[in-house]
């Protein structure tokens, strides 16, 4: 079965380090990967996504993420997290060759970033 | 501004009454789709409509019903709610690898 796996419920990061929220897929072909935010009692916000081209892709607020081929990982990084960073964080892909809207979501991660 | 609008934005129903959960956007897309979020599950599809008077069933179509009547609007139905959909439900509108999503509709059904 086609699934997006977040490994960790929650991240905890001091302001100021890095953060990586991580990401792997298990779908067939090459799938397009997303990364969405959520803010409390927010909608969905668009971060990133990767289509093709260059493994790194650099987003919203300074936010980036590497696709690994061979991993089958789409991480999430910043270099120097925000308080105001601490949201819901979602990985998403879509299956190529199926419905143009069929996004395939993870669980969930959520960040907390401490001053 | 793009935009996809869900209405209402909270609400408590009891078992069995009818709802409907509105959704509008306004990029002409073709592409919508009904989610519900619920802890620890991430975001599922409920159902999707490819455009006027096309809809199909996504992972977790059961209790649920839709229409689309026109392009602009795909309203979700509950016939007869029940617990279980207690959720947080959210609209997308879709183009390409473009996805645009509501703001949320936080259903409570006691």
């Known amino acids: 079965a086609q699934s997006v796996a977040q490994p960790e419920d929650q991240v905890n990061v001091a302001e100021g380090n890095p953060l990586t929220v991580k990401c792997t897929y298990s779908v067939s072909g090459n799938p397009y990967l997303f990364w969405y935010v959520q803010y409390p009692n927010r909608g969905l916000q668009f971060l990133l996504k990767y289509i093709t081209g260059d493994n790194l892709v650099k987003g919203s607020y300074g936010f980036e993420a590497e696709f690994n081929k061979s991993q089958t990982s789409f991480h999430l990084k910043k270099p120097s997290a925000l308080v105001s960073d601490s949201a819901l964080y979602f990985c998403a892909v879509r299956v190529p060759g199926g419905s143009q809207g069929n996004l395939i979501f993870g669980k969930g991660t959520k960040l907390s970033v401490k001053p | ?110």
């Open chain 2, 1 to 110: 501004e793009a935009q996809v609008t869900q209405n209402p934005r909270y609400l408590i129903t009891v078992t069995g009454k009818k709802l409907t959960v509105t959704c509008s956007q306004n990029m002409n897309h073709e592409y919508m789709s009904w989610y519900r979020q619920d802890p620890g599950l991430g975001l599922r599809q409920i159902y999707y409509s490819m455009n006027v008077e096309v809809t199909d069933k996504g992972d977790v179509p059961e209790g649920y019903k839709v229409s689309r009547k026109e392009k602009r609007n795909f309203p979700l139905i509950l016939e007869s709610p029940s617990p279980n959909q207690t959720s947080l439900y959210f609209c997308a509108s879709i183009r390409g690898t473009e996805a645009f999503f509501g703001q949320g509709t936080r259903l409570t059904v006691v």
